[in-house]
């Protein structure tokens, strides 16, 4: 007896759980999509002035040359810093997670050594190698600016108007 009610308890229990599951995924269908992060720039939006990047690649040859490599291209002691398949790595996500990883983890045989100003010069050369354009934009080492910013690895269509 005591089976039979566990039985139907069971069963119960189950139907419940299926219409429920039933009745979310309906709402999941009603409820509209989440908008995926904002970002109000991309790399393509020269984010970055010339003076900057040729600051980064003096301050790139004293610190990061001897692990990633004259081209960025990296090697036995380090990762490329440049290329497609850099790109691939960090496409779609905004640039402070660039920055955040030299910031907290480069040069990865002393953490931390460089001051922000200058790694954040040498993330402006790292955009640079990538063929992102230069402009008149200082980039900053300001989170939110950053956070705005995102790395795209394809040249957005610019053969579209604006409007
Ligand atoms: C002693 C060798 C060494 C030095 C010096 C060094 N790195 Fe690295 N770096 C590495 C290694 C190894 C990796 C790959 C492992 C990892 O991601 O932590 C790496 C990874 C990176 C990455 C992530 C690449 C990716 O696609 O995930 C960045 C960005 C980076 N380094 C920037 C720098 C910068 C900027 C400097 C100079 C301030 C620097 N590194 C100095 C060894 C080094």
């Known amino acids: 007896m005591t089976n039979r009610i566990a039985v139907v308890a069971g069963v119960a229990a189950v139907l ?5 599951d039933a009745q979310s995924t309906h709402l ?7 908008p995926p992060p ?3 720039q991309t790399t393509w939006d020269s ?6 990047a040729t600051r980064g690649e003096s301050l790139y040859k004293v610190t990061c040359i001897k692990c990633h490599g004259p081209d960025l291209a990296g ?3 380090g990762a490329p810093l ?3 398949l850099f790109l691939g790595n960090w496409t779609g996500l905004p640039l402070n997670d660039l920055y955040e990883k ?3 983890t480069m040069p990865s045989d002393s953490p931390k050594s460089v001051p922000p100003e200058q790694l954040i010069d040498i993330l402006a050369h790292i955009l640079a190698k990538n063929q992102f354009p230069a402009g008149v934009k200082l980039l900053t080492t300001d989170s939110m600016l950053l956070k705005d910013i995102k790395i795209q690895q394809n040249k957005p ?3 579209r108007p604006p409007f």
């Open 28 to 34: 999941g269908a009603l409820r509209p999509p989440q």
């Open 16 to 20: 419940l759980l299926v219409r429920l």
């Open 75 to 77: 090697g036995d002691d």
């Open 38 to 40: 904002h970002f109000s």
């Open 102 to 104: 030299m910031r907290t």
């Open 82 to 84: 440049a290329g497609t």
């Open 47 to 52: 984010v970055y002035t010339t003076t900057q």
């Open 157 to 159: 269509d610019t053969t």
